[in-house]
């Protein structure tokens, strides 16, 4: 993803990531490239925060996953991680 300038959003890679601070618009190329790096960074699960709301995002970042290649699978978080408010994906250890 690139800003205004041309230049790259340098985005940390841990195992979740909170995407309160993207745009709706944003939110499937981050989705797309959070995963390939916490994939290359050996990761075997990641917790995607998309908030409650209006379910807007959740939406978007469900329907990312369903498509990417290197997701397992997917669910909601457990209560205590965020519940319906964040996603839990499964990576594939293989890509």
């Known amino acids: 993803m690139a800003d205004e300038a041309g230049d790259g959003v340098h985005i940390p890679i841990e195992d979740w990531i909170d995407l309160h601070t993207f745009s709706p618009k944003e939110t499937r190329a981050v989705v797309a490239e959070y995963l390939i790096e916490a994939h290359k960074k050996g990761f075997r699960e990641v917790r995607i925060i998309h908030g409650r709301g ?42």
């Open 54 to 95: 209006t379910g807007v995002q959740r939406e978007i970042v469900r329907s990312t996953l369903e498509k990417h290649a290197l997701v397992e699978n997917f669910k909601d978080a457990r209560p205590e991680a965020g519940g319906w408010g964040a996603t839990i994906v499964r990576l594939k250890t293989d890509g």
